[in-house]
């Protein structure tokens, strides 16, 4: 009997050591991810990726060329000769600068300075200045408003000359090279109407 009873306090000991090294899983909650916001910072459709230069180039041109230049009028050299003697460059002189108020709103500042070695640049020299806002569509691409003015004073007897506009434009960069397409409608005015005109550039 007690052969018996010894026999019995084995196999339950046994049984008990097989339970306790039995390994134990513990199956925690499931708690999906937080979804990720569409234009989250730093991501490729954030507008401060837009070049300002970029989002400032249809309305500024369009300013440049609202005003009727006297120089041409009255020298042949213009951007050609002179200018390649004095600087190298037969392109104008036109400072650039601009501050970022938002991500998306900023100001621009600009001038022209007309051709170097020109001696009647000085008659066209003007300044201006506008606001752009790039609205993200998807990424690289951006729907921009602007509107701004500009200035040229008046010499020699020669009145002041304005002009005013602004437009929407839709503009495209290339990821890998950075070049920006630019398609959109302009509005310019002088005081003397309004002139309503489609534009099409770019940045290279």
Same mark, same amino acid.
């Given at each position: 009997?007690?052969?018996?009873?010894?026999?019995?306090?084995?196999?339950?000991? !046994?049984?008990?050591?097989?339970?306790?090294?039995?390994?134990?899983?513990?199956?925690?909650?499931?708690? /999906? /991810?937080?979804?990720?916001?569409?234009?989250?910072? $730093?991501?490729?459709?954030?507008?401060?990726?837009?070049?300002?230069?970029?989002?400032?180039?249809?309305?500024?041109?369009?300013?440049?060329?609202?005003?009727?230049?006297?120089?041409?009028?009255?020298?042949?050299? %213009?951007?050609?000769? /002179?200018?390649?003697?004095?600087?190298?460059?037969? &392109?104008?002189?036109?400072?650039?600068?601009?501050?970022?108020?938002?991500?998306?709103?900023?100001?621009?500042? &600009?001038?022209?300075? +007309?051709?170097?070695?020109? /001696?009647?640049?000085?008659?066209?020299?003007?300044?201006?200045? $506008?606001?752009?806002?790039?609205?993200?569509?998807?990424?690289?691409?951006?729907?921009?408003?602007?509107? %701004?003015?500009?200035?040229?004073?008046?010499?020699?007897?020669?009145?002041?000359?304005?002009?005013? %506009? $602004? +437009?929407?434009?839709?503009?495209?960069?290339?990821?890998?090279?950075?070049?920006?397409? #630019?398609?959109?409608?302009? !509005?310019?005015? #002088?005081?003397?109407? !309004?002139? !309503?005109?489609?534009?099409?550039? +770019?940045?290279?």
């Amino acid at each position: 009997m007690l052969r018996a009873f010894l026999l019995a306090l084995a196999t339950l000991s !046994v049984a008990h050591v097989a339970i306790a090294q039995e390994p134990t899983f513990t199956l925690a909650p499931y708690t /999906p /991810p937080a979804p990720a916001p569409v234009l989250a910072a $730093g991501s490729p459709t954030d507008s401060s990726t837009l070049p300002p230069n970029a989002a400032s180039l249809p309305f500024r041109l369009s300013l440049l060329t609202t005003v009727y230049p006297v120089g041409p009028a009255l020298s042949v050299g %213009g951007c050609s000769g /002179p200018s390649v003697a004095a600087a190298g460059t037969i &392109f104008p002189v036109q400072p650039y600068t601009q501050f970022q108020l938002t991500p998306r709103l900023t100001l621009h500042g &600009f001038s022209d300075l +007309g051709c170097p070695g020109d /001696p009647f640049a000085p008659l066209d020299a003007g300044a201006g200045g $506008g606001l752009t806002y790039a609205l993200p569509l998807r990424p690289n691409t951006w729907l921009v408003a602007s509107g %701004g003015g500009y200035v040229v004073p008046g010499h020699l007897g020669l009145p002041a000359r304005a002009a005013a %506009g $602004g +437009g929407l434009d839709l503009v495209v960069q290339q990821p890998k090279s950075g070049r920006t397409l #630019t398609s959109g409608i302009g !509005v310019t005015t #002088t005081g003397r109407g !309004v002139r !309503v005109m489609p534009r099409v550039g +770019g940045t290279f």
